[in-house]
């Protein structure tokens, strides 16, 4: 394999992060990185069958000497072109304290270990949710301390350790990806690289429907139906969010957003009935 090759990181491999190997892998050594060994390897396999060159290694992305590891598993792969963070927990999947353990100080680690290896050029995705834009803003002193905390303080804010309800826990954690993205793009932009997030709304992977068939979900139809497509996302559409951000079309656009939602937070802000 030559150290020239270009490698895409995908780290969480459920519906989002498959289609995103899908779409921008061919030609790549794609680097599948998840907690779940069986999904890992299933998907792995699937990805080989179908001709792509792929390298796959178990992550806990809450500890920091495992995404420490996969940073450098990715780096010795190749040219760390692209970076996909896709893993997360919901609020029907997980307590308050996994949640933020995954959703939050999970994206500080992976964002500070791959802003040390992506390459000049280089770009990278981090998957957001909606829900942290319907969350109502955090004070200027929380956004500082979860821009700018070493990714071990973080869990031990006071707001942050304080949460005990994981339907509070995951709009916060979302809204601090947003914080935490902005405030590494200073440290992206010193590689010559970028980083972003992707805020997507409903969306038709098995998280999502976990979520849908959850309390909460009369609710998420509802806002479906109110938003200006009408419809829900599907793992392709975080896909092409996510190939646009991550290719040279998007080369003016780091520390930024991208609400790929359907029109749902539109429509609940515009306040559409």
Do not use: C
Request: hydrophobic share 50%; aromatic share 4%; glycine share 10%.
């Amino acid at each position: 394999m030559s150290q020239y090759r270009e490698v895409l990181v995908v780290v969480g491999v459920g519906g989002m992060g498959q289609a995103i190997a899908r779409r921008l892998g061919p030609g790549k050594t794609v680097l599948l990185a998840d907690n779940n060994d069986a999904t890992l390897s299933s998907v792995t396999d699937a990805l080989v069958a179908d001709g792509y060159e792929v390298q796959s290694q178990r992550v806990d992305v809450s500890a920091a000497e495992s995404v420490h590891a996969l940073a450098d598993f990715a780096a010795s792969l190749g040219t760390v072109t692209q970076l996909a963070h896709t893993a997360g927990l919901s609020p029907a999947q997980a307590s308050a304290q996994a949640v933020m353990a995954v959703d939050l100080l999970g994206v500080a680690l992976v964002l500070q270990e791959f802003g040390e290896v992506i390459a000049p050029g280089g770009a990278g995705v981090v998957i957001a949710s909606m829900a942290g834009h319907l969350f109502p803003p955090l004070t200027a002193d929380q956004e500082k301390a979860l821009a700018h905390n070493p990714p071990a303080e973080l869990l031990d804010l006071e707001f942050i350790s304080s949460v005990t309800e994981s339907t509070f826990a995951y709009p916060i954690a979302k809204q601090a990806n947003l914080i935490r993205v902005r405030a590494a793009s200073a440290q992206w932009g010193e590689r010559g690289a970028r980083i972003n997030s992707i805020s997507p709304g409903i969306i038709s992977t098995p998280m999502g429907q976990e979520e849908l068939a959850s309390a909460v979900g009369d609710g998420m139809r509802a806002m479906t139906a109110m938003s200006g497509t009408g419809r829900i996302g599907t793992p392709d559409d975080i896909a092409a969010a996510a190939a646009f951000l991550l290719g040279p079309q998007a080369s003016f656009i780091t520390g930024a957003d991208l609400l790929v939602d359907g029109g749902v937070v539109a429509a609940l802000k515009a306040g559409n009935r």
